[in-house]
């Protein structure tokens, strides 16, 4: 099946620094891929919408100057977490798009956990 | 607006029955419906989908699909403790890449 990996899979820095995250569709190509975060026992929010070779879109209320997406391939997305605070410590999921005979998928990465101290 | 609703439960069930988990939505020009198994922490996997109206199976699972009154359910069958998590209820609308996902149903299967 179509298998999505993310990496790293847990992080813990300090205050003001950057983070990034990494999202890989590994055995198929992913022209769009996307990313959500998760607080704990809250629903899925989407932050971003990723496209390979153009700009992502932001969800509304999601700050793109604080969160860089950088879709370089059609198997890499990544999301870096620019001067991270502790109110930006989540889950933080990717997802690709597999584009199957009879519908588009989305298959999910395992999630990078942050914590920001 | 584009809503998808779950009921968020909890669900309780004995072991070794059948959950029956449902979800509505509210744009008619939705195309793909699919279900996704969230375990407490972890990201969601997919269980199924289906765009046809009726029932599709896959082992124990059974979505069913009914556009007229734009309902999508699961069905579990002999349902075990580590069906046990957060079900997800998503949907695929023509020309958008999003899904929209509902706020997912906790189920509790009980041995």
């Known amino acids: 099946g179509a298998v999505v990996s993310q990496h790293p899979s847990r992080v813990i820095c300090k205050s003001g620094t950057s983070v990034k995250i990494e999202c890989r569709s590994l055995?198929?190509?992913?022209?769009?891929m996307f990313w959500y975060r998760q607080f704990p026992k809250q629903s899925l929010m989407l932050m971003a919408t990723?496209?390979?070779?153009?700009?992502?879109?932001?969800e509304q209320g999601v700050e793109k100057d604080k969160f860089l997406i950088n879709h370089a391939s059609l198997t890499l997305s990544t999301l870096t977490v620019t001067s991270a605070h502790p109110e930006d410590s989540s889950f933080y999921i990717c997802?690709?798009?597999?584009?199957?005979?009879?519908?588009?998928?989305?298959?999910f990465g395992p999630g990078t956990r942050l914590t920001v101290l | 607006q584009k809503e998808v609703e779950q009921n968020s439960g909890p669900l309780s069930v004995p072991e070794g029955a059948i959950a029956s988990l449902n979800c509505t939505y509210s744009d008619r020009g939705s195309q793909s419906f699919f279900w996704y198994r969230q375990y407490s922490g972890k990201s969601p996997e997919l269980i199924m989908f289906i765009y046809s109206n009726g029932d599709k199976e896959d082992g124990r699972f059974t979505a069913q699909l009914n556009k007229a009154s734009q309902y999508v359910s699961l069905l579990i069958r002999d349902s075990q403790p580590s069906d046990s998590a957060t079900y997800l209820c998503?949907?695929?609308?023509?020309?958008?890449?999003?899904?929209?996902f509902g706020k997912g149903t906790m189920l509790l299967v009980s041995p």
């Open positions: 055995d198929f190509q992913a022209t769009t």
């Open positions: 990723s496209n390979e070779g153009s700009k992502a879109t932001y």
């Open positions: 997802s690709a798009t597999y584009r199957g005979p009879s519908t588009d998928t989305q298959y």
């Open positions: 998503a949907v695929h609308l023509s020309g958008y890449s999003t899904l929209t």
